[in-house]
């Protein structure tokens, strides 16, 4: 079974950057990604990342601001998020699936409980 457990969440001001971290129990070679969902809103997608690495997909909304990433050893996945905006705040949900189109995001089997992101304006 896997376990998803996010961390990192907090309140910002306009502009100032978080890390969020997702550390994986249960299973390796995950394709794992960051969900977002605002109060009110439905879930949206923000970024993946393959198991291995080097392939990564993002939503429009965050190219250039936001950098996902992994490190196998530890098997977590990171988001670093820069420039933040007041309308990214959401509920961010780390989530994993063992296939590997990146683009498809319907298929996610596996879910955090989710960490709070607050900015500020």
């Known amino acids: 079974q896997v376990q998803l457990v996010e961390s990192g969440g907090g309140l910002v001001q306009t502009g100032g950057s978080l890390r969020l971290s997702c550390a994986a129990s249960g299973s390796t070679r995950l394709t794992m990604a960051w969900f977002r969902q605002a109060p009110g809103k439905e879930r949206e997608f923000v970024a993946a990342?393959?198991?291995?690495?080097?392939?990564?997909y993002y939503a429009d909304s965050v190219k250039g601001r936001f950098t996902i990433s992994r490190d196998n050893a530890k098997n977590t996945v990171n988001l670093q998020m820069n420039s933040l905006k007041p309308e990214d705040t959401a509920v961010y949900f780390c989530a994993a699936k063992f296939t590997i189109v990146l683009h498809i995001l319907n298929d996610y089997k596996y879910w955090g409980q989710g960490t709070q992101v607050t900015v500020s304006s």
């Open positions: 990342i393959n198991w291995s690495g080097p392939n990564t």
